[in-house]
């Protein structure tokens, strides 16, 4: 199994913006899902973003709803993570899911390929 790869981390300062980039190689069937997941120090990871890659449904945590925006490239195996209005509480570790199941909604299950992770920090 290939694992998705992150990239585009980095620090910032607060009210600024990160775009996070996902590329996997292949997708395990048509509707993938895809999603990030981020994890802070001490905390458990939680579901920030998910996109269907064909139907291109969307779903985004209320923690960052209206300031952060996932997307999709069809073509080339790839999601986006726009990152925007950013807040210190948005620092953490942040993985790329790619399920191995099919799944009708909803965030990625923990069954998925996991991204090596990129950091994201944000100071105030």
């Known amino acids: 199994e290939v694992q998705p790869v992150e990239s585009g981390g980095g620090s910032v300062q607060a009210g600024g913006s990160l775009k996070l980039t996902c590329v996997a190689s292949?997708?395990?069937?048509?509707?993938?899902?895809m999603g990030w997941f981020r994890q802070a120090p001490g905390k458990e990871r939680e579901a920030v973003a998910t996109?269907?890659?064909?139907?291109?449904?969307?779903y985004h945590s209320i923690p960052v709803k209206d300031r952060f925006t996932i997307s999709r490239d069809q073509a080339k195996n790839t999601i986006y993570l726009q990152m925007n209005l950013l807040k210190p509480d948005d620092t953490a570790v942040y993985y790329c899911?790619?399920?191995?199941?099919?799944?009708?909604?909803?965030?990625?299950?923990?069954?998925?390929?996991w991204g090596q992770g990129t950091q994201v920090t944000v100071s105030s």
């Open positions: 292949e997708l395990s069937h048509p509707n993938n899902c």
């Open positions: 899911a790619t399920d191995r199941k099919p799944r009708g909604g909803g965030y990625c299950s923990d069954d998925s390929a």
């Open positions: 996109i269907y890659m064909r139907d291109g449904d969307a």
